[in-house]
């Protein structure tokens, strides 16, 4: 069984510009959601898909869209990009919109802007 | 919305002794307590979780308490051990596996 993935790892962008982060969900995965990490701070919510439909967001402003695509795959796009924008960004997938509860989470992917 | 704080930001233990790490949430109608533990570098993993219907969940040397009343959760770990070293996040939900509102985290160091 394949974990969830996520790329890339790292990542530089300077502010103002647009970046795309991706996911994998773990096989049998219908949903997926989106946190984000500032260092030293707990994830917070930026979003969930759920057969392709967002389904909850959190307190971020509409800069930050996503995509789940029909393998439920998923991505995250962050326009306008401002320094405080720098966090890991972590993907979890769940079995289905209403799961045992467990959230599975990527790796991450550490964005830095300058 | 939920707001979860989380004590103490850091803890430092002797291996065998134990640890307690504690929550308050502000949405009464939250009944899904995850928590999930981070090592350096690593992604975060579900440790334990309880739902409003319990009071209190173990699993090995790990133990949750739910006050629903008073709005705050705590966990136990007892007998750690060096590898118990990481940060401890708190969370809460409304639904189980949605939209989870994560506390500021604690750094547990166990010293051999």
């Known amino acids: 069984e394949t974990g969830v993935t996520q790329s890339p790892t790292h990542l530089i962008k300077t502010r103002g510009q647009q970046v795309t982060l991706r996911c994998s969900s773990q096989?049998?995965?219908?949903?997926v959601s989106w946190y984000q990490q500032a260092l030293g701070q707990g994830p917070q919510f930026i979003f969930q898909?759920?057969?392709?439909?967002?389904?909850g967001r959190g307190n971020f402003p509409p800069r930050f869209s996503g995509l789940q695509f029909p393998n439920y795959s998923s991505e995250l796009n962050v326009n306008a990009l401002e320094l405080d924008d720098s966090a890991l960004y972590l993907c979890?997938?769940?079995?289905?919109?209403?799961?045992?509860?467990?959230?599975?989470f990527g790796e991450g992917s550490r964005l830095t802007v300058l | 919305g939920e707001n979860v704080e989380q004590h103490p930001s850091t803890l430092s233990v002797q291996e065998g002794d134990s640890a307690v790490i504690k929550c308050t949430y502000s949405?009464?109608?939250?009944?899904?307590f995850p928590w999930y533990k981070q090592e350096l570098g690593k992604r975060p993993q579900l440790i334990i979780d309880?739902?409003?219907?319990?009071g209190e969940k173990k699993d090995q040397r790990i133990a949750v308490t739910l006050n629903k009343t008073a709005k705050h959760f705590s966990l136990h770990i007892t007998e750690t051990q060096p590898e118990d070293s990481a940060v401890y996040f708190c969370?809460?939900?409304?639904?189980?596996?949605?939209?989870?509102?994560f506390g500021g985290g604690t750094r547990l160091m166990v010293k051999p």
């Open positions: 979890a997938s769940s079995p289905s919109g209403r799961s045992t509860g467990e959230l599975f």
């Open positions: 309880i739902r409003s219907n319990v």
């Open positions: 949405d009464s109608a939250s009944n899904y």
């Open positions: 969370a809460a939900s409304r639904q189980a596996g949605n939209m989870l509102t």
């Open positions: 096989s049998g995965h219908n949903t």
């Open positions: 898909y759920y057969r392709e439909e967002e389904n």
